[in-house]
């Protein structure tokens, strides 16, 4: 074997792919934007230039942080999700136009209104990104502080709960206020304890593998080792009585179960999860008001005129819309209450139609595949949990808000990844998505070249 084929790839090939697919990216979000005001006002906006030199030089800093830092890093992670935040800052800001009256006074140098603090999230989103790749050189540094993250984790849950700190707003307490700002802490939080339940597990996998008897052709786990997941179990109910946070307590215990899968293979758990999740839910429903009134309005949502209102307005929408949608900026999707966060996939299912709405949906299913592919081929034990939970993370959030606002299943109040107004999920999906980028790169780095005085496998060392 020749010495060249023993030296590991001298450049990455693959960042000259990401910058192509980031242009690819800008060009769709800045047609957007302009279709927006040519819908509305008849010519392009006066801040087409502007707002698209921004976006530009945002995404390209983020390319080049890559480029330097984690240069073998999945090429389509990055492009899928600044293509996705360009078009959710569309949707905003045609949404805020629909808000004020279309004078001169909506034609600013920069998005007006929520878009503009959204652009200004994005920011700070992209500059945490940025931090991540360069301070976290070795995602295996983590693993060092699975219990800390655990308390960290677990204290940002309770935050909410703090009196004078927490602050209830459309019925849950997820939020804390303070210095003027508002910041959801249970954002931060599934990123902080998904460092604990991949650290976790890595040590205990091979325990919560371990079977007592088979039922059903299932290998049932010991009952010694069913402690993890009825605390976790318990902590989600407490967040749901507590806090009334359906969808925060639907990711953590969702996540976790899933996760507990991929590092036991064991079916037995995901069987137990979903049993947790029927015995609870129903004891949910019986219990308290708030969940019955979420059950009832997705069962029967033309019954209930006020809490069904919202959901009525996204269906006819969704019907509006039909397979090629009304086009951006001529539809009426400011019919829906809280259409920014919470319901954006129906405006953007009114105004881009069916076909839209998969197309986006597929960019989610991308992003996910990509995430996994990292976790496969990560070569350490904590990374391949670590990217998968991740992954986790991110599909059941867009599972269950397009779930919700399709009735597939009821509302849960989480906010759609990137595309949703909402500074705390964003700046941490960001965040997400640099450590994926970063055990990306770690699995796709080429090895290192043998020592010149490691013998290989044709070579024959005679003891002196």
Known sequence: MSATTLTPQATPSRRGAELLLLVLGGVVFMGAYAAVGLSMYGELPANLSTYGAFLGVLLL?????????????????????????????????????????????????????DALA????????????????????????????????????IGLLLLPLVPGLGVEIRGARIWIRAIGFSFQPGELAKLVLMVFFAGYLVVKRDVLALASRRFLGIDLPRGRDLGPLIVVFGASLAILVFEKDLGTSVLFFGSFVMLLYVATQRRSWLILGALLVLVGGYAAYQSFGHVQIRVNTWLHPFDYENSGYQLQQAMFGLAAGGILGTGLGQGRPDLVPVAKSDFIVAALGEELGLTGLMAVL???????????RTAIASRDAFGKLLAAGLSFILAIQVFVVVGGVTRLIPLTGLTTPFLSYGGSSLVVNWAIIALLLRMSDAARRPAPPPSRNTPTATQVVTPS
Not at 120 to 147: C, E, K, N, P, S
């Open 362 to 372: 597929l960019l989610y299913g991308i992003v996910v595949e990509r995430g996994l």
């Open 61 to 113: 800093g983020a390319h080049l942080v890559v480029r330097r830092f984690a240069p073998y890093a999945d090429p389509v992670l990055l492009p899928a999700v600044g293509m996705l935040n360009g078009l959710g800052l569309a949707l905003i800001h045609r949404l805020d136009l629909a808000d004020v009256d279309r004078t001169e006074q909506a034609r600013g140098a920069l998005p007006s209104g």
């Open 118 to 153: 959204q652009l200004t999230w994005m920011t700070v989103g992209v500059v945490l990104f940025a931090l991540v790749l360069i301070l976290v050189r070795d995602h295996r540094v983590l693993q060092r502080y699975t219990y800390t993250a655990m308390v960290i984790g």
